[in-house]
């Protein structure tokens, strides 16, 4: 490992967007820090839209999640500027805010359901009439039913925050399989190369953390002549889909979104699972419903990956109970939101490393709130 200041040495397993973002807190704060990877950036991360969208994800009894989201939020301008400024890689976020949209007269009541409830916990969400969401986006079909604005969502390029932390990181990102041992890591299969470490931070997405699942999501990429300038969230005839402009021109369409315990139906190559006929034909159907415009789109790219669910749809942020000299934290679990989430949990990460004060919305995502039977899928862990 690449010896840093006087600070501990600290093996980060996991180089997705969670991963990188705390090892590079953690090299800030003067620790020698490695991270392991065997395709850093290759997992969720790869196939992430990059909505930072704790309004337009949120949802009744999750509280607690919505209040870590709006504090990461707040964290990301700051995050991006500092990340640009230091890997002079341009990261793309935006600040256009975020428009949810309605297909029918049922799809539309949903919306102002969930609009009345963001407005309830502090979130601007102001409705539209469909000329109004028209005049905002004309792309959008004039079949719509309405809509609701979210002025203060953004979104972000999550490929290029990964490959600008990675800039930052250099050396540090050793592409290798890594997993725990007492007093460090052992590289690759069987007897591998041992890695001491003071600290273990697990950042391995869906795959060997105890209470995450994978959750697989399909994305398609498109280029059109006629994008919407904003971030769209339709639920149209009871069907969703969302639809991300990129400032290169590009649109991300996603996500389905699918349990999957490891079925001979679900197949998977090297390079990440494969996606469905069934899967992109619902995304697609939905997006050309929803942006006409979109028929002569080029496809540019079809993915799927998984996302890694927790037991109630929140982050697993602190330290693991285990024997050893090596200390074992986990940052994982963040389903939905990883990118979003990705600053507040560096910062807790680093708080819980240091023995610092955790920021207070992130208290309550420690792991050990699953040590007990009665906490359940959808239950609030803060009540
Ligand atoms: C289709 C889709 C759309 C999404 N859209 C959004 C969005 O708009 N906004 C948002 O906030 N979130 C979004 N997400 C969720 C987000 O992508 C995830 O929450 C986030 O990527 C999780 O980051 P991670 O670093 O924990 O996991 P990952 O990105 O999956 O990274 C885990 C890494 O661990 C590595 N790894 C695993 N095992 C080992 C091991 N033993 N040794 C070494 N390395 C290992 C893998 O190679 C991988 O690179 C989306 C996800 C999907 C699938």
Redesign the pocket.
């Known amino acids: 490992m690449i010896r840093g200041a006087a600070g501990l040495r600290i093996a980060v ?7 990188l973002a705390c090892a590079d807190e953690l090299v800030r704060a003067g620790h020698d820090v490695s991270v ?10 790869r ?5 930072l969208a704790p309004g337009g994800e949120a949802w009744f009894g999750e509280e607690a999640l919505l209040a870590l989201g709006l504090d990461s939020l707040s964290r990301w301008p700051g995050f991006a500027a500092d990340l640009e400024q230091r890997s002079g890689r341009h990261v793309d976020l935006r600040q256009d805010g975020a428009l949810l949209v309605g297909g029918d007269r049922d799809d539309l009541t949903e919306l102002l359901r969930a609009a009345a409830f963001l407005e309830r916990s502090g979130v601007r969400a102001d409705e539209l009439d469909r000329p109004a969401l028209r005049r905002l986006e004309p792309s959008i079909s004039g079949r719509a039913a309405g809509g609701v604005r979210l002025p203060d969502d953004r979104h972000v390029d999550p490929r290029r925050v990964a490959s600008a932390l990675l800039a930052v990181l250099g050396e540090r990102v050793l592409r290798a ?3 725990p041992v007492a007093d460090g890591v052992v590289l690759g299969g069987g007897d591998g190369v041992h890695v001491p470490a003071d600290v273990i931070v697990l ?6 953390l105890r209470h995450v699942r994978p959750v697989r ?3 398609v990429r498109v280029r059109s002549c006629d994008a919407p300038t904003r971030v769209l969230r339709a639920t149209w005839h009871g069907e969703r889909v969302y639809v991300v402009p990129r400032s290169d021109g590009e649109l991300v369409i ?2 389905t979104e699918e349990e999957h315990p490891a079925t001979p139906q679900t197949s998977a190559t090297s390079d990440g699972p494969l996606p469905t006929v069934g899967g992109v034909a619902r995304l697609l159907d939905t997006a050309r419903a929803l942006l006409p415009g979109i028929d002569t789109a080029d496809v540019v790219e079809v993915m799927a ?1 998984d ?2 669910g927790s037991p109630d749809n929140g982050p697993l942020i602190g330290p693991l109970d285990r024997q050893g000299p090596a200390r074992l934290l986990v940052a ?1 679990g ?8 990705a600053p507040v949990t560096a910062a807790a990460l680093r708080a819980h490393v240091d023995g610092l004060e955790v920021p207070a919305t992130a208290r309550c995502f420690t792991p050990d709130r699953f040590k007990y039977p009665t906490h359940h899928r959808n239950e609030d862990p803060c009540t």
Request: net charge positive; glycine share 30%; charged share 15%.
């Open positions: 397993i996991g180089g997705g967007i969670v991963g392991f990877d065997p395709s850093p950036a290759g997992g969720a991360t196939a992430a839209a990059g909505m399989r890594a997993r950042a391995t997405g869906h795959a060997g999501g399909e994305v996603g996500a990956r996302r890694p994982g963040h389903y939905r939101g990883g990118v979003l989430l």
